[in-house]
Nanobody, 116 residues
């Protein structure tokens, strides 16, 4: 049973930074693709960034420059570092793991709150 668990959220002052973690368990293989999404209050869930097993990264236009996605293949953990946090970054951040085509899993999300 594949499980996806996010952590690292919390209350951060505007201008600060944090690093979110996404641990994927239950698979003996390196997860091919891991993505981060976020959903602000009253908003749709938006894709933030993705990373392949080879470390190829892609970002939403708004995420370039302040967001950095990375991963540790040995542990099937992905990270999302966010710098210079802004009030608009406040959201629940979700991790999405594509174990194989058509087989994907979501975590429960981790809340990021930004104080101005």
């Amino acid at each position: 049973q594949v499980q996806v668990v996010e952590s690292g959220g919390g209350l951060v002052q505007a201008g600060g930074s944090l690093r979110l973690s996404c641990a994927v368990s239950g698979s003996t293989d390196i997860i091919p693709v891991i993505d981060w999404y976020r959903q602000g209050e009253g908003k749709l869930r938006d894709w933030v960034a993705g990373i392949s097993r080879r470390g190829i990264t892609t970002y939403a236009d708004y995420a370039r420059g302040r967001f950095t996605i990375s991963r540790d293949n040995a542990k099937n953990i992905a990270f999302l570092e966010v710098r210079f946090l802004q009030p608009d970054d406040a959201a629940v951040y979700y991790c999405h793991a594509e174990v194989e085509p058509g087989s994907t899993y979501w975590g429960q999300g981790t809340q990021v709150t930004v104080s101005s």
